[in-house]
């Protein structure tokens, strides 16, 4: 059961210092509602209060899950030109009863186009967090086809509290089905699929732990990437060395990844600390009056109900980037794939899974100063390996793995470590498929450019792994790929080895 509450957004999502930002609530019987708004990272950083903002209720609209809430602004924020780039916490608090209650928004101060106030640019997963959000109704898990952006978020995909079971990797070995995590979820009142997606998960430990090494981070949102393409224009002083993609990371539209891939292109650096990375292809529609788009399109499974399939548009469709209609595999970009991993320690997906890689070329730049040697065990402290996993297709050659590249991997990429995984069956899924619906592995084999139907192509996609690799782009660019969702897991004080590759990776790489 909700608890009531405040409930908000903000919109635009994004803004640069000296911009204005709408702060939309709906708060039980119109009573005043507290505010506070802080930068968060290594550092909780307060930027306004208001301790009793005057707000009117509004009811949440049927359909608010696909066209928004609709909601009037309580107010307008003035951006100050001191705000750095970052997230932005806002925290709502109302006193109902005697009790305070309180819920969250966000927005995030992007840097200026062409002036960069970092080496490293961090985009936001936010594509991920809205897919998954089913505040008002539907997300894209449930039965919906087009998410709104203007909603509040559900709780836990903003802030989670402290306790066993936070995590939806599974910590304790084994527990196919996941009852710590299950129990959280419950116990805290959060969205059922708070575990998969949202800021607490994987950019927060991420940026507290790289803002407390020194790390100079500026931060966007995956929209930003399709409306301000000129954001990686470089590399040169101009731009940035460094583009990072952290956590689940999983929903990309076309013109977000013909901004990176340009990047990459160009001779940026790009990490992929990172899982289930541009694994399916989305589009952003219905643009406001202030320029950003207000709806997150995706039909996956349903992907010939896709206004743009078996058009001129096919290119947009929908579905997964490797499914043949697209013909642009992910790999291309990331150097690994979803449909070539699956999962690690997460219901019945090895469920006793070590939660890290198996070292395979120690002698990489990645290793120096970690004492890693051939056939060690990388991240299993803080299981870096957990979740959602990305791999390739790959062959032994005198005892080590070689990726064969028939599946879009460039061919210089180098597997540094792996660890298995799989996708879900019919009888392995946490969230079984109807009757008349493939199993994931089943949709994923049929959908593949070299797949098919029948059980030996099924087989041929039941065998994943985490792969942690890198390659060079033609034009220069350095690619290093975690190959999981949970690396940044492994920057929380249990995984000192994941901790120094991670310093090598943006020492070398954050250059300009």
């Given at each position: 059961?909700?608890?009531?509450?405040?409930?908000?957004?903000?919109?635009?999502?994004?803004?640069?210092?000296?911009?204005?930002?709408?702060?939309?609530?709906?708060?039980?019987?119109?009573?005043?509602?507290?505010?506070?708004?802080?930068?968060?990272?290594?550092?909780?950083?307060?930027?306004?209060?208001?301790?009793?903002?005057?707000?009117?209720?509004?009811?949440?609209?049927?359909?608010?899950?696909?066209?928004?809430?609709?909601?009037?602004?309580?107010?307008?924020?003035?951006?100050?030109?001191?705000?750095?780039?970052?997230?932005?916490?806002?925290?709502?608090?109302?006193?109902?009863?005697?009790?305070?209650?309180?819920?969250?928004?966000?927005?995030?101060?992007?840097?200026?186009?062409?002036?960069?106030?970092?080496?490293?640019?961090?985009?936001?997963?936010?594509?991920?967090?809205?897919?998954?959000?089913?505040?008002?109704?539907?997300?894209?898990?449930?039965g919906g086809t087009a998410v709104s952006l203007q909603r509040?978020?559900?709780?836990?995909?903003?802030?989670?509290?402290?306790?066993?079971?936070?995590?939806?990797?599974?910590?304790?070995?084994?527990?196919?089905?996941?009852?710590?995590?299950?129990?959280?979820?419950?116990?805290?009142?959060?969205?059922?699929?708070?575990?998969?997606?949202?800021?607490?998960?994987?950019?927060?430990?991420?940026?507290q732990w790289a803002e407390r090494e020194g790390y100079a981070?500026?931060?966007?949102?995956?929209?930003?990437?399709?409306?301000?393409?000129?954001?990686?224009?470089?590399?040169?002083?101009?731009?940035?060395?460094?583009?990072?993609?952290?956590?689940?990371?999983?929903?990309?539209?076309?013109?977000?990844?013909?901004?990176?891939?340009?990047?990459?292109?160009?001779?940026g650096h790009a990490a992929f600390l990172s899982g289930n990375?541009?694994?399916?292809?989305?589009?952003?529609?219905?643009?406001?009056?202030?320029?950003?788009?207000?709806?997150?399109?995706?039909?996956?499974?349903?992907?010939?109900?896709?206004?743009?399939?078996?058009?001129?548009?096919?290119?947009?469709?929908?579905?997964?980037?490797?499914?043949?209609?697209?013909?642009?595999?992910?790999?291309?970009?990331?150097?690994?794939?979803?449909?070539?991993?699956?999962?690690?320690?997460?219901?019945?997906?090895?469920?006793?899974?070590?939660?890290?890689?198996?070292?395979?070329?120690?002698?990489?730049?990645?290793?120096?100063?970690?004492?890693?040697?051939?056939?060690?065990?990388?991240?299993?402290?803080?299981?870096?390996?957990?979740?959602?996993?990305?791999?390739?297709?790959?062959?032994?050659?005198?005892?080590?793995?070689?990726?064969?590249?028939?599946?879009?991997?460039?061919?210089?990429?180098?597997?540094?470590?792996?660890?298995?995984?799989?996708?879900?069956?019919?009888?392995?899924?946490?969230?079984?498929?109807?009757?008349?619906?493939?199993?994931?592995?089943?949709?994923?084999?049929?959908?593949?450019?070299?797949?098919?139907?029948?059980?030996?192509?099924?087989?041929?996609?039941?065998?994943?792994?985490?792969?942690?690799?890198?390659?060079?782009?033609?034009?220069?660019?350095?690619?290093?790929?975690?190959?999981?969702?949970?690396?940044?897991?492994?920057?929380?004080?249990?995984?000192?080895?994941?901790?120094?590759?991670?310093?090598?990776?943006?020492?070398?790489?954050?250059?300009?």
């Open positions: 059961m909700a608890f009531e509450t405040v409930h908000g957004y903000c919109w635009p999502q994004s803004v640069v210092a000296g911009g204005r930002v709408g702060l939309h609530l709906s708060s039980p019987g119109g009573r005043p509602v507290s505010v506070e708004i802080a930068r968060v990272g290594w550092q909780r950083d307060v930027v306004l209060r208001d301790p009793a903002l005057a707000t009117d209720f509004h009811e949440t609209p049927e359909g608010a899950d696909r066209s928004g809430c609709g909601w009037p602004a309580a107010c307008t924020l003035d951006v100050e030109r001191s705000w750095r780039s970052g997230y932005y916490e806002v925290v709502l608090e109302v006193e109902i009863d005697g009790k305070r209650r309180r819920s969250h928004a966000f927005f995030v101060v992007r840097p200026e186009p062409g002036a960069p106030t970092a080496d490293i640019l961090l985009a936001l997963s936010t594509n991920t967090w809205h897919a998954y959000n089913d505040f008002g109704g539907h997300n894209l898990y449930t509040p978020m559900s709780p836990g995909y903003l802030f989670k509290p402290p306790g066993a079971g936070r995590r939806v990797t599974t910590m304790q070995v084994p527990d196919p089905q996941m009852t710590a995590h299950v129990g959280y979820l419950r116990l805290n009142h959060l969205s059922p699929y708070a575990g998969s997606a949202g800021w607490p998960d994987w950019e927060l430990p991420f940026l981070i500026d931060v966007v949102t995956n929209a930003d990437l399709e409306d301000h393409p000129q954001l990686l224009g470089g590399p040169g002083d101009d731009s940035y060395a460094l583009y990072l993609s952290v956590g689940h990371d999983e929903y990309w539209s076309r013109p977000m990844r013909d901004t990176v891939e340009g990047f990459i292109g160009r001779g990375t541009a694994f399916w292809q989305v589009r952003l529609e219905d643009p406001t009056p202030e320029g950003p788009a207000r709806t997150l399109v995706g039909y996956k499974g349903s992907f010939k109900q896709d206004p743009v399939y078996e058009t001129e548009r096919v290119g947009e469709l929908t579905s997964m980037w490797s499914d043949r209609l697209i013909g642009r595999p992910e790999n291309h970009m990331t150097g690994v794939s979803f449909a070539r991993g699956g999962y690690h320690r997460i219901g019945k997906r090895a469920t006793r899974g070590a939660g890290g890689y198996t070292v395979h070329r120690p002698d990489h730049w990645l290793f120096e100063g970690t004492g890693i040697g051939y056939g060690d065990l990388l991240g299993a402290g803080g299981t870096a390996v957990g979740y959602e996993c990305d791999g390739c297709d790959f062959d032994y050659r005198d005892g080590l793995p070689v990726a064969t590249g028939v599946d879009g991997t460039p061919a210089d990429f180098t597997i540094l470590g792996t660890a298995p995984a799989a996708h879900f069956t019919r009888e392995t899924a946490t969230r079984p498929p109807a009757p008349h619906e493939p199993s994931e592995v089943e949709f994923i084999a049929a959908r593949m450019i070299d797949g098919g139907r029948t059980p030996a192509d099924v087989e041929r996609f039941s065998h994943g792994h985490a792969v942690f690799g890198s390659y060079r782009s033609a034009g220069g660019g350095v690619v290093v790929t975690s190959g999981s969702t949970d690396w940044a897991h492994g920057l929380t004080g249990r995984d000192p080895e994941v901790e120094q590759i991670t310093r090598n990776l943006l020492d070398r790489l954050s250059r300009r």
